[in-house]
């Protein structure tokens, strides 16, 4: 099979106006980047205000393995199975960060036969939103330690009678902005700011990479360029010595930032190898963030496709849990139901029972049922991995939404694994269980998926959140660990319980809440694989995050900003004799 570089490459494409006014925009709605992308005027919602909306049909997966599930492969290929079978659909994803481009994992337009394209234009530079974000967000950093910095010089009387602006009185100890880059830096995690002559006060700082900062929450979050602009003016940049909060608006800056994010507001419209259309629109990851694309992206698809196919990121506990408690309770629009993407390979890497000391046991390739032999080791951990399917399965029907499981295929996978996984599925409270080929074989390999997922849609969904506003954040975060996670409790430190009062004397108490874990174990703890029973799950730190609309809890060793590890995805990425990208994806 060819490389999804090669694939990409390869593709006939549409021409960029064509595929919009198919979609159902009007030409000057279309703000172009050449020939195979353009951004979104948002004039297309005051024209559409009302048009009957489609169904939102958002993807998820289980607990995350090394050898990747396909949820956006299943997200994209699901949109062209749809259109094919004669659904008008769009796709909703979010903007590849440069971090995991150049780091882990390569590119995020999906692979084989499914993907976004041309890939190398989505996972590089796109429209340059996320270029926007930092330097907006980094302007706001800027502007905290200059305002700092001549607060110090000149004093309150000095100070307001040159600048005419009220004296801020910032803590240095206090400031909660810090900067950001698109970039895995591990080196960034802990900085010294004002060092040298006539450059301080000094303050410890950080870097955190784009998608963590608040402004691509923000970005994610907002409804229109005013509601952007009413939340930049809330971000709380940092404390006075009094204790009280400093915000964007306080500092004079929230405009500033707002006019340079003013076209990033604006989805990127794409397409899929079949010329389906696709909204990629911000970036925030699910581990430190939402982990959703926008709301504005969502808003303009519903009202021009028929189905939406969009997607949060890593398991069940993670972006889907937030794209529940924080996107839907922020937009209003619940999913008509969900897809749930699984692999044999999943299963057993989530088995608990996959050793690295027995490479019979650990090479996840080898078949474990087949017509002749059924080992039962084996068939054990392809039971335990279930289990772990069965949680996710039962926590997205938790909301109320019908979910329907995607096996992606592996051209490893036997024909006897696979019926057992579907007949164990289909005994379980999921909707229905297609096995997609999407990778392979394109709309062509999704077609029952499809299908099915429009079953599925036409029933009445029941969605519900998992706690109502009005409780205390203790309170949402005991509810959150105990029924969202299955853990017996929740631990908070002196410096949370602290917080948590703070904030809600702040007014601040009625916010959802954006769990930063780890997204490769349903707890707090990486090593507990499966369905794990009997932890408690360990909040170090409650951090506000008022222009996004949330209280982020951090729990156990979360970074914001990644290291680059020891084979890093930029080794393999170079330009040819052609000028053409390669190793990409």
């Given at each position: 099979m060819l490389t999804d570089m090669d694939i990409s490459s390869r593709a006939s494409l549409k021409n960029i106006t064509e595929l919009g006014t198919d979609l159902g925009l009007l030409p000057e709605e279309m703000m172009l980047f050449g020939h195979t992308k353009a951004k979104v005027e948002l004039s297309v919602l005051q024209r559409l205000a009302g048009q009957r909306k489609g169904k939102l049909i958002i993807v998820t997966a289980v607990t995350p393995t090394p050898h990747g599930e396909g949820k956006t492969v299943t997200s994209i290929g699901l949109t062209q199975s749809l259109n094919a079978i004669g659904q008008k659909a769009c796709a909703c994803i979010r903007q590849p960060s440069m971090g995991p481009v150049f780091g882990v994992k390569g590119g995020a337009a999906g692979g084989g036969y499914a993907q976004v394209v041309p890939m190398q234009e989505m996972n590089l530079h796109l429209t340059g939103d996320i270029h926007a974000v930092s330097s907006a967000h980094n302007l706001g950093a800027a502007a905290i330690a200059a305002r700092l910095f001549h607060e110090a010089r000149l004093g309150k009387a000095e100070f307001e009678a040159q600048s005419g602006q009220a004296f801020l009185a910032i803590d240095?100890?206090?400031?909660?902005?810090?900067?950001?880059?698109?970039?895995?830096?591990?080196?960034?995690?802990?900085?010294q700011v004002g060092l040298g002559d006539n450059n301080g006060p000094e303050y410890g700082s950080s870097f955190d990479i784009t998608a963590a900062s608040e402004l691509m929450a923000i970005l994610a979050l907002s409804h229109d360029l005013a509601d952007l602009r009413a939340r930049i003016g809330r971000l709380v940049l940092a404390l006075n010595t009094q204790g009280q909060v400093i915000t964007a608006d306080d500092l004079g800056v929230a405009g500033a930032m707002t006019a340079i994010m003013a076209d990033a507001i604006k989805p990127t419209l794409m397409q899929t190898l079949n010329g389906s259309p696709c909204l990629i629109h911000s970036g925030p990851f699910a581990n430190i963030a939402h982990g959703n694309s926008s709301i504005i992206a969502d808003d303009i698809a519903l009202r021009l496709a028929d189905f939406v196919v969009t997607e949060g990121g890593f398991g069940s506990d993670m972006g889907f849990e937030k794209f529940c408690n924080i996107k839907v309770r922020q937009s209003g629009q619940a999913p008509a139901a969900a897809v749930l993407v699984t692999t044999l390979k999943a299963l057993k890497a989530n088995s608990g029972l996959v050793s690295e000391a027995d490479s019979n046991v650990s090479n996840i390739h080898v078949p474990n049922i087949s017509a002749t032999n059924s080992n039962a080791l084996d068939k054990a951990r392809l039971e335990a991995g279930f289990a772990n399917l069965n949680w996710h399965i039962n926590n997205v029907a938790r909301y109320g939404v019908p979910v329907v499981v995607a096996i992606n295929r592996f051209a490893t996978d036997s024909d006897a694994e696979l019926q057992w996984l579907t007949e164990a599925v289909n005994a379980s409270a999921a909707f229905g269980c297609e096995i997609s080929d999407a990778f392979s074989q394109g709309e062509a390999g999704a077609i029952a998926l499809a299908q099915t997922v429009v079953r599925a849609a036409e029933t009445k969904s029941q969605f519900k959140l998992l706690y109502p506003d009005e409780a205390s954040l203790e309170a949402k975060l005991s509810t959150l660990a105990e029924v969202g996670y299955g853990a017996k409790g929740v631990s908070l430190s002196i410096e949370a319980k602290q917080q948590a009062q703070q904030l809600t004397a702040l007014g601040y108490g009625h916010l959802p809440l954006c769990m930063a874990k780890t997204p490769l174990s349903i707890s707090h703890d990486p090593s507990l694989k499966g369905v794990p029973k009997d932890f408690v799950v360990p909040v170090r730190?409650?951090?506000?995050?008022?222009?996004?609309?949330?209280?982020?809890?951090?729990?156990?060793?979360?970074?914001?900003?990644?290291?680059?590890?020891?084979?890093?995805?930029?080794?393999?990425?170079?330009?040819?004799?052609?000028?053409?990208?390669?190793?990409?994806?």
């Open positions: 240095p100890k206090e400031i909660r902005w810090h900067r950001v880059v698109d970039h895995n830096d591990r080196s960034l995690r802990q900085i730190e409650l951090v506000l995050h008022a222009g996004a609309g949330f209280i982020t809890a951090l729990v156990g060793n979360v970074m914001t900003m990644p290291g680059l590890g020891l084979k890093p995805g930029y080794l393999k990425i170079d330009i040819d004799a052609k000028g053409e990208i390669v190793g990409l994806g």
